[in-house]
């Protein structure tokens, strides 16, 4: 889902919402009233564009707290359980 050919395989919907994920991301003083009134058009409840907002912004800050203190990621877990 890195590039927009990827992203031309969704349904238009779920374009318009990595749309307004990616821009919420990069660039969120950009995010404009237009934005939400698009996800609206694509079908979107009021409560599904919240729901994306907080996912987005959820991740976004999770990912720059870990980032601000040097968390380093995880190697793959193994089961230390296994036989």
Do not use: C, W
Not at 27 to 35: K, L, Q, V
Not at 41 to 69: K, P
């Amino acid at each position: 889902m890195k590039t927009a050919a990827g992203r031309a395989t969704l349904p238009a919907a779920d374009q318009a919402i990595v749309a307004y994920a990616e821009k919420l991301t990069r660039s969120p003083a950009a995010t404009e009233r237009s934005d939400v009134e698009t996800l609206r058009e694509h079908g979107l409840s009021d409560e599904a564009i919240l729901h994306v907002a907080e996912i987005t912004s959820y991740f976004n800050f999770v990912n720059r707290m870990a980032d601000g203190l040097g968390v380093a990621l995880e190697a793959e877990r193994v089961d230390d359980e296994s036989p």
